[in-house]
Each structure stands twice: as structure tokens, then as C-alpha cells.
């Protein structure tokens, strides 16, 4: 089982950046899909959800109206697409799958990968 995020890196406030989680091992097609971050000194957030088949997403309420989480069950990746970066936005971002079977529960987290907002 793996997750692969990428996408990360150095932006400017105000700027746009798009994440990706590449999903190998698992059927991923039947995972729920999640964004979490942590940034320095915090606790990791959950910052977005989005069911298995994509027809439903929930946010923070600091990413509605200017984070979209994605999905692409053909290519096992899930995205996560933000827009007017804010320096508080600087983070470890992480993608998580996650699946209850029965009394089951299946985790699994990526590396994360590093967004730095700054000038």
C-alpha cells in the first residue's frame, strides 16, 4: 500500500497550487479520500473529504470557497486544488485513505508533502 503525494513547494501569497496523491496497493476506487495538514507547532487538521465514487466533499470551514478536492478513481490519484494562498496555509499536506469494513477500519496516510507560502 502506498500514497504518493506531490505538488507541493514554494508559493507567493495569493497564488494557486494543486496537490496530488497517487494510490497504489489497495482498491482505491472504494476509499473515502482526505487532505489533512500540519503545520509548525500544530496539530494535523483535516482540511478535506470526498466519498469513494467523488459525489459528495466536505471542507474546513478555512478552504470553503477557495479549495477543491478532486478525484480520479481510472487514475487512483486524488487532488487537492488551492487558490489565494495565505501564509497561515504553510503546512505539511497529507493524503489519507480510509475505509470501514465491518468493525474494520482501513488507514493509510502518504509522506505528506511541504507548502511554504511566503514572499
Known amino acids: 500500500v502506498q500514497l504518493v503525494e506531490s505538488g507541493g513547494g514554494l508559493v507567493q501569497p495569493g497564488g494557486s497550487l494543486r496537490l496530488s496523491c497517487a494510490a497504489s496497493g489497495f482498491t482505491f476506487s472504494s476509499y473515502h479520500m482526505r487532505w489533512y495538514r500540519q503545520a509548525p507547532g500544530k496539530e494535523r487538521e483535516l482540511v478535506a473529504t470526498i466519498t469513494s465514487a467523488g459525489g459528495s466533499t466536505n471542507y474546513a470551514d478555512s478552504m470553503k470557497g477557495r479549495c477543491t478536492i478532486s478525484r480520479e478513481n481510472a487514475k487512483n490519484k486524488v487532488y487537492w486544488k488551492m487558490n489565494r494562498l495565505k501564509p497561515e496555509d504553510t503546512a505539511v499536506y497529507y493524503c489519507?485513505?480510509?475505509?470501514?469494513?465491518?468493525?474494520?477500519?482501513?488507514?493509510?496516510w502518504g509522506q505528506g508533502t511541504q507548502v511554504t507560502v511566503s514572499s
Open positions: 489519507n485513505a480510509r475505509r470501514l469494513v465491518g468493525l474494520r477500519e482501513y488507514d493509510y
